[in-house]
């Protein structure tokens, strides 16, 4: 039987969300129908209301989610009724050459649930990531469910879903931070904060945090910065220079997402360093370097997807390291809002003020 349940819509361009009622259907061959415990507030989730990533609008909001698995379909193997689970953006498809050749964060095939998700009046909904979790209740394709530790709270497992898990690995699985290394992060919102604690984890001897804003700078300390530069009173190329022997970091992460930042990061390596880009640009943006600088430096520009993470190996790891005491995962909670409250927490994450705002359910 299809169910009705409250959850956070954005109707039209601009337009701000509204609380409604959907149609969530059983769930098919191959799909699970969670409750959703947690969800936390993301830029990408306002870029959908701004129509900035595509016009398939009504979207369904949300997409940094834990729950519970309420019901599976036919053929789920990977999940059943009562998991506690951590959601991810695609199921992979395991047949792809990608994923034959043990590289499924790069799967040529991914997929989300087959059914759609309805407006009382059978208007389809396109849920944001493929989740759509600012709502009591989601379908999504079982291979997006990942169980963990029931242990952990949901508003700090959820975070794993996007932001925190992007730049946790952004230093260690595509930076591949190691014990003793020095790594710059430019940028230490909740994606380059999380870059910081990963960097912490993965045993990096130095890390600068930079950021245009001395709150962030603090934060970034908390989280494991043994340095920090605010990037608009102090020139952070040299700073981090400086703070290396005059080298530059053997890796530094971009978490802003703008082409001064990019080259910045950029020059900000050692020789043979590895830069890592996580911050996302957008398409009119360019950024020109000398040829013989790129050459001439040597090691690697990468680009980090979703922090190349293979959410089966990485979500239990790092809940798991949680509950140890070994990650603070809770600093990236700033506050708990209620389902109704999205619309203010946009409008604090514009000003800066949070690192997440999460609704809990
Ligand atoms: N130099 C340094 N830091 C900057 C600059 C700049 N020129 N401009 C902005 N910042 C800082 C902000 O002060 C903030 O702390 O970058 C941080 C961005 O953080 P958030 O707004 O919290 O964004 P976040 O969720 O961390 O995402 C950052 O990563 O995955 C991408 O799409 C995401 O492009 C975005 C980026
Ligand atoms: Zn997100
Ligand atoms: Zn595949």
């Known amino acids: 039987m299809a169910q009705q349940v409250k959850a956070v819509i954005a109707r039209a361009k601009g337009a701000p969300v509204e609380v409604t009622t959907i149609v969530v259907p059983d769930p098919g061959p191959g799909e699970a129908v969670v409750r959703i415990q947690a969800c936390g507030v993301c830029h990408t989730d306002l870029h959908y209301r701004e129509g900035g990533i595509n016009d398939e609008f009504p979207f369904l909001l949300g997409h940094e989610a834990a729950g519970v698995v309420e019901s599976v379909g036919e053929g789920v193997t990977e999940v059943a009724p009562g998991d506690f689970v951590i959601l991810n953006w695609r199921a992979v498809c395991g047949q792809c050459r990608a994923c034959r050749r043990g590289r499924p964060q790069y799967c040529f095939d991914t997929h989300n649930a087959r059914q759609k998700m309805t407006l009382l009046d059978g208007t389809e909904l396109s849920p944001a990531l493929g989740i759509g979790a600012f ?106 220079r400086e703070l290396t022997g005059g080298h530059g970091a053997d890796v530094v992460v971009e978490a802003v997402g703008r082409p001064e930042t990019y080259r910045q990061a950029f020059y900000a390596r050692d020789l043979a360093g590895t830069v890592v880009l996580v911050g996302v640009p957008t398409p009119e943006m360019t950024l020109e370097l000398p040829l013989l600088d790129v050459f001439g430096r040597g090691g690697a520009l990468k680009s980090s997807w979703y922090g190349d993470c293979l959410p089966s190996r990485d979500f239990p790891m790092l809940i798991d390291l949680y509950l140890q005491g070994r990650l603070d995962l809770r600093a990236f909670v700033t506050e708990t809002i209620e389902l109704d409250a999205v619309e203010q927490a946009f409008a604090r994450m514009h000003q800066g003020d949070v690192l997440r705002s999460v609704v809990v359910l």
């Open 135 to 240: 709502a009591e209740k989601t379908l999504v394709a079982a291979g997006q469910c990942t169980k963990v530790n029931p242990a952990a709270e949901p508003a700090v497992a959820g975070l794993l879903g996007c932001g925190v898990m992007a730049g946790i690995g952004a230093a260690i699985n595509t930076g591949g931070v190691g014990r003793g290394d020095s790594v710059a992060v430019i940028g230490c919102g909740g994606v380059g904060g999380a870059a910081v604690l990963g960097s912490r984890l993965a045993g990096a001897a130095r890390i600068i945090a930079v950021d245009i804003d001395d709150r962030k700078l603090e934060t970034a300390r908390t989280l494991g910065a043994t340095h920090t530069v605010n990037s608009r009173t102090t020139d952070p190329v040299e700073a981090i």
